[in-house]
């Protein structure tokens, strides 16, 4: 983990020009289209001087209040050993209640809901990212707005398609670039400033206050698009354990928010002169000869805004792996240097689906906007509360100090999450739809391995029962190691039962191996591995992982020869049990789930390729199961 009082002032210059490219992609490309949403509702709010004031008002102090009070000052320090995200905090808040608990299972359902819903943000991100930078070719050239749409497939497929090779090649001008674009945003912002230095009063929060209470309903509207200047709050948390605390709030405090700031008020201060600018206000600062510049800088700026995103997808998909809520998939490594950097195909392809459906069902950045904000506020709320537990339970914080901060926080991310909620008709079922569908996958997983896990359970015998057993009727031992791979620490593995009884044989020596993931980000080399001798020369060996890791059978290996346990993968043989799921009455799910599950168990990849196991060095023994 990156502790930043350990890095030098260059190593904080270094990490903190990466976390500009990384974490604040998404957050920085919002001046494209979030202050012109603002006025572009049906029954829209008038384009009056104190209308702008107020809506740049409630901008830059959402940006406050979320950004560096929520997130910057308060959830940033609930780091699961360095890491952030949801499932990190949820793993986190876990640790202070009691197990299976009513309390334990709802942050479960708070820190699942969470996540899933991360993958509805993550298919509107880069559509509407991208759509919003295209359309500044209709600004160039009005002629060319029936082009907009083809660019942006043409732009999104090249994006998907380049992330099989990986970003740890083209990361390097990441940062770079996005500072360029937060120079050249707050730039433009000055120079329209200079112009109407009048618009420097919205800095004052009364003017927020005095345009919700003017406009009452409409105002509380106005909120569901205010809102999209703060998207992207979810990856300053999540890329922490990328880059530590210290380096994201450098970045944030002395460039992006500058940056973002300066931009906003600068747009506000061209409507206050050019109303009619408001079909575009963030082009309409540039001049003319700068517009064609603008527009490509700014596609850059999204697509590396939609490649932050998606890489959090993939790591929150191999998290959930980890944690037992996604079957086991294809998890590629880019990079031999950069744990974080992997590709999951299955989830790339049907992120790239999503997105170019999204692209032709919406056609603009206007009409995908109302689809934005659901997943993102109902996120934040679910953070908030999950912060709460962390602070109270972990942190010790005093009832009322607690109650007083985050009523507060929550307060502000319910405001934002009301009008949403109203967007629902109006495209906000999307992302709604796809968090849903994951939820339910990964919900039934959970659920459906816990139920076999008890019927396999069921069907096993104590270990130092089948070892009396041994010791009795002594069976044919033949040369070699066989391997038996079980997902508990308890009793003798169905399959070695199966084999006993249909084979009459064991192997010469038995290795019972179990990998755990621990809800935990990583584990220490020399504490990931402990060995159990069982005698009859048998041994149970117990692996451990976090969930931002991946395990492999060599580093086990290693790990038990320097034990003194000499194995060698090309000289054991994995007995690995090959389950088929029969869905039945018994309780436990209802039929249509065990369905479900049965088919995300078939179709889960098998362990021999998850594990790097040599297909030639495995027997699979199949065996039925009702659940």
Not at 178 to 193: D, M, P, Q
């Amino acid at each position: 983990m990156n502790n930043s009082s350990s890095h030098s002032k260059q190593g904080l210059g270094t990490l903190a020009l990466g976390a500009l490219g990384i974490v604040f992609g998404d957050i920085g490309t919002s001046p494209l289209y979030a202050l012109r949403e603002c006025f572009s509702h049906e029954d829209g709010i008038p384009l009056l001087p104190e209308n702008i004031l107020g809506v740049l008002s409630l901008i830059l102090w959402a940006l406050v209040i979320v950004i560096c009070l929520k997130y910057m000052y308060v959830v940033m320090r609930a780091d699961n050993r360095g890491e952030g995200g949801i499932l990190s905090l949820m793993a986190l808040a876990q640790k202070t209640v009691k197990k299976e608990g009513l309390f334990f299972h709802t942050i479960v359902i708070l820190g699942v809901a969470g996540a899933a819903l991360l993958y509805g943000d993550g298919i509107i991100t880069p559509a509407i990212s991208v759509l919003s930078a295209v359309e500044g070719v209709g600004v160039l050239a009005p002629g060319l707005n029936s082009l907009v749409v083809p660019l942006t497939c043409i732009v999104l497929t090249f994006l998907f398609s380049l992330q099989a090779a990986g970003t740890h090649r083209i990361g390097v001008v990441f940062g770079p670039t996005i500072l360029i674009w937060f120079i050249i945003i707050g730039a433009l912002g000055i120079n329209s400033i200079f112009s109407e230095p009048g618009v420097l009063v919205a800095a004052n929060p009364l003017y927020g206050l005095r345009f919700l209470m003017n406009n009452n309903f409409e105002g509380i509207i106005v909120l569901g698009s205010v809102v999209l200047v703060v998207t992207g709050g979810e990856a300053l948390y999540a890329d922490m354990g990328h880059f530590g605390r210290t380096p994201i709030r450098i970045a944030w405090f002395f460039v992006a928010l500058p940056g973002l700031v300066l931009n906003y008020f600068g747009q506000g201060a061209l409507l206050l002169s050019k109303p009619e600018a408001i079909s575009n206000p963030f082009y309409l600062l540039a001049p003319d000869w700068a517009v064609a510049f603008l527009v490509v800088i700014a596609t850059v700026a999204t697509v590396i805004a939609s490649q932050a995103l998606i890489s959090g997808v993939f790591s929150i998909t191999r998290q959930a792996v980890q944690l037992g809520f996604c079957p086991r998939i294809q998890i590629i490594h880019t990079s031999s240097r950069e744990i974080g950097q992997i590709y999951i195909p299955v989830v790339n392809w049907a992120l790239f689906v999503g997105v170019i459906w999204l692209v032709l069902e919406f056609g603009s950045s206007s009409r995908l906007a109302s689809a934005y904000g659901i997943a993102v506020t109902t996120t934040m709320v679910i953070t908030t509360l999950l912060a709460w537990v962390v602070a109270v339970k972990l942190w010790k914080w005093p009832a009322w100090a607690a109650a007083l901060l985050f009523l507060g926080v929550l307060s502000i991310d319910i405001a934002f999450f009301f009008p949403n909620i109203l967007k629902v008709t109006h495209g906000g079922w999307v992302p709604l739809m796809v968090g849903g569908m994951v939820y339910l996958l990964m919900t039934t997983w959970k659920k459906g391995r816990r139920i076999l896990a008890a019927a396999l359970k069921a069907r096993s015998i104590p270990m130092e029962d089948f070892l009396v057993r041994i010791q009795n009727n002594p069976p044919l031992r033949v040369p070699g190691t066989g391997i038996y791979m079980s997902s508990e620490t308890w009793g003798a593995p169905v399959p070695l039962l199966h084999n006993l009884k249909h084979n009459k044989i064991i192997h010469e020596r038995v290795i019972v191996l179990t990998i755990l993931s621990e809800e935990v980000p990583s584990i220490l080399k020399e504490e990931r591995v402990s060995i159990q001798e069982l005698g009859e020369n048998f041994f149970r060996v117990v692996a451990r992982y976090g969930f931002m890791e991946t395990p492999k059978i060599r580093h086990i290996f290693e790990a038990c020869r320097a034990e003194g346990i000499n194995l060698h993968v090309e000289e054991s043989t994995f007995v690995l049990g090959r389950e088929t799921i029969l869905a039945s009455k018994i309780p436990g799910m209802a039929i249509w789930r065990e369905k479900l599950f049965a088919v995300m168990t078939k179709n889960a990849q098998r362990p021999t390729a998850f594990f790097r196991i040599p297909p030639n060095q495995v027997i699979e023994m199949g065996i039925q199961v009702e659940i």
